[in-house]
């Protein structure tokens, strides 16, 4: 657990349930450690994560405004769209629409890489309409 000791003060105790109950809470150091150690697939803090706790704790942290989760939370979402010859389907319109806008909110942080995909995400949005 080396790198949770650099984020939390000696005295704080450091387990998952700790960690998720101060993410739930609004805490998004906490929120952060959480998505990134889901995103990564390694699970320093739990051996393993299921999809939909990578998707809960990106979303939870995109919430409390974490630009890297935003971003990662839109490509999570943008993953899971049933795609036939190359174009989502009329019934994924509506999660494509919140792909971009979390796209959209990382975008606003300056997060560069989500400047490009926002637009390709439009576009594929524009082949549905």
Same mark, same amino acid.
């Given at each position: 657990?080396?790198?949770?000791?650099?984020?939390?003060?000696? /005295?704080?105790?450091?387990? *998952?349930? =700790?960690? /998720?109950?101060?993410?739930?809470?609004? $805490?998004?150091?906490?929120?952060?450690?959480?998505?990134?150690? %889901?995103?990564?697939? *390694?699970?320093?803090?739990?051996?393993?994560? =299921?999809?939909? /706790?990578?998707?809960?704790?990106?979303?939870?942290?995109?919430?409390?405004?974490?630009?890297?989760?935003?971003? $990662?939370? %839109?490509?999570?979402?943008?993953?899971?769209? =049933?795609?036939?010859?190359?174009?989502?389907? *009329?019934? /994924?319109?509506?999660?494509?629409?919140?792909?971009?806008?979390?796209?959209?909110?990382? %975008?606003?942080? $300056?997060?560069?890489?989500?400047?490009?995909?926002?637009?390709?995400?439009? %576009?594929?949005? $524009?082949? *549905?309409?």
């Amino acid at each position: 657990m080396g790198f949770l000791s650099k984020l939390f003060k000696k /005295e704080e105790v450091i387990d *998952i349930h =700790t960690i /998720e109950q101060n993410a739930l809470n609004g $805490n998004i150091k906490s929120a952060v450690i959480l998505a990134q150690d %889901s995103a990564s697939g *390694i699970g320093c803090l739990k051996d393993s994560y =299921t999809h939909d /706790e990578v998707l809960k704790w990106n979303k939870v942290a995109a919430k409390l405004g974490d630009a890297t989760s935003q971003y $990662n939370y %839109s490509l999570l979402i943008f993953k899971d769209l =049933t795609i036939v010859k190359g174009v989502p389907i *009329i019934s /994924e319109k509506k999660n494509l629409e919140e792909a971009i806008f979390w796209m959209n909110e990382a %975008s606003k942080q $300056n997060f560069e890489d989500a400047k490009e995909l926002l637009i390709k995400l439009k %576009s594929v949005l $524009n082949s *549905i309409e």
